[in-house]
């Protein structure tokens, strides 16, 4: 499995692009796979700060629920409302339409601190 070369990743599966001071967030098509057909996504309001490596909503599949955690710290200021309407964009299109949140990140250092596409990959053939 190939992922994206131009984001970084958490531990937990999410993945964190950076675009014109905003952080784009997201869960590794890795992490659709474990969950299966996601039915709901519950997101934080806009405004909401998040702390960096905390949780701030949850997915829900067929199979499990699972909490969203923050790559980084900031302030929430675009919710995907696509995925209200549509909750399989997650599955179907993890790295594009269906983003989760965009992150006013408090430190921007705090996203070169997460994984490479190559140290990702590496944590998802370990855990297999």
């Known amino acids: 499995m190939a992922f994206p070369d131009d984001v970084r ?12 001071g905003l952080v784009t967030v997201g869960i590794t098509s890795y992490a659709t796979e474990q969950l299966g057909d996601v039915v ?11 702390e960096g490596g905390k949780s701030f ?10 909490d969203l955690y923050a790559p980084v710290a900031g302030e929430v200021v675009e919710v995907n409302g696509a995925i209200d309407d549509n909750p399989a964009l997650v599955n ?9 949140v965009k992150i006013r990140p408090a430190n921007a250092a705090d996203f070169g601190k997460l994984l490479s596409h190559v140290d990702y990959e590496k944590l998802v053939e370990e855990s297999h």
């Open 40 to 50: 709901f996504v519950e997101l934080p309001d806009v405004g909401r700060t998040l």
């Open 9 to 20: 990743y958490t531990q937990e599966h999410e993945w964190a692009r950076e675009e014109g």
């Open 57 to 66: 909503g949850v997915v829900e599949a067929v199979k499990t629920v699972s």
């Open 92 to 100: 179907q299109e993890p790295y594009g339409e269906g983003w989760l």
